[in-house]
């Protein structure tokens, strides 16, 4: 059986030692940054592991390829100590020049074999359980990963630093019950934002309602914050979903008093966009703190606006 040869191969050049903890590349002599590779037994191991998707040897790869310090794979640069303990280029900038595994000086040798292993690797994308079957070479797995449409979505709830991720079910679930947020059903809305000392912008309020229509899920944002040196109230949607099915939908905000009408018309940003690069974009509807007040009755004492909104379904 090919697999089995395979991973003879592979174990008659890496100790057990090696295996067990889950480190990898050689008590044998190339603990040195200039191996040949083409001559190494170690590269034919790997040739015969390519294409050979979650085969078992395929798997002990794969294990070797975690860094013993912090789990995650490791990526060019990959370091080992002069006893052959690997470590990714991460760790080894914190471990203080003295291996995690064996305490000895760390120096600065590249695990050229290992890289290269890695390098004839064809693995999964991480999101393979969120939906994602594809299967990419090492070294560009990482890339895709980045952009994967199954990667999970980060928490939209801005204001504070929350870390939560996952789909978007997950998501609004965790918006209703963790951070309390409104959620209404329908495309039109009517809100009232109001604040009894609009003069300290700094400690302004911001909110976050979630609109369901189209059986997806929107969320506005509304808060004050210093543009520049004049105060300002911005107001915009987030799509919960990727950045395709948010272009299918357009939004209107109005808002007015005292016989003047701002409107603004819109489509909704993915949250894979962060809330601040919107904010930053200002692509949503600004209204100067002059004119809000002047909106909100003019006393400049409280403010008091009315934003109208409507979300539907571009053709
Ligand atoms: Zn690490
Ligand atoms: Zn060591
Ligand atoms: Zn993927
Ligand atoms: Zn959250």
New binding site residues.
């Given amino acids: 059986m090919a697999s089995g040869e395979e991973k003879m191969a592979l174990g008659g050049y890496i100790c057990n030692d090696c295996i067990d903890s889950r480190i990898a590349c050689a008590d044998y002599d190339i603990a040195t940054p200039n191996l040949d590779l083409r001559s190494s037994p170690f590269r034919k191991a790997a040739n015969g592991l390519g294409g050979q998707r979650g085969t078992p040897s395929n798997n002990d790869v794969h294990e070797l390829l975690e860094c013993s310090v912090c789990m995650n794979l490791m990526y060019p640069p990959i370091h080992q100590?002069p006893?052959g303990?690997t470590l990714c280029s991460n760790c080894k900038a914190r471990v203080h020049n003295s291996?995690p595994?064996?305490r000895?000086e760390l120096g600065n040798i590249r695990c050229l074999a290992l890289e290269k292993v890695a390098e004839s690797l064809e693995i999964p994308c991480k999101y393979q359980v969120l939906g994602c079957h594809d299967i990419f070479p090492y070294y560009s797995k990482l890339k895709h990963e980045q952009n994967c449409r199954f990667r999970p979505y980060n928490c939209p709830y801005a204001g504070a630093e929350c870390s939560v991720t996952g789909d978007i079910p997950f998501l609004v679930n965790h918006l209703k019950e963790d951070h309390k947020v409104d959620m209404h059903d329908g495309y039109t809305f009517n809100h009232r934002y109001v604040k009894t000392n609009p003069q300290e912008i700094e400690n302004a309020t911001w909110m976050l309602t979630v609109f369901n229509c189209f059986g997806r899920q929107f969320c506005l944002h509304f808060e004050a914050f210093q543009q520049g040196m004049s105060p300002v109230y911005m107001a915009f949607l987030r799509f919960m979903g990727d950045d395709n099915d948010a272009r299918k939908f357009s939004y209107s905000l109005e808002v007015g008093g005292n016989g003047r009408k701002l409107v603004w018309q819109g489509i909704p940003r993915s949250i894979r966009d962060s809330h601040r690069k919107v904010r930053d974009s200002q692509d949503g509807l600004i209204v100067p703190r002059n004119l809000a007040l002047f909106f909100s009755g003019g006393d400049m004492q409280q403010l008091k606006l009315k934003v109208a909104g409507r979300i539907w379904k571009e053709q």
Avoid: A, I, K, Y
Wanted: net charge neutral.
């Fill in positions: 100590c006893n303990h291996c595994t064996c000895h």
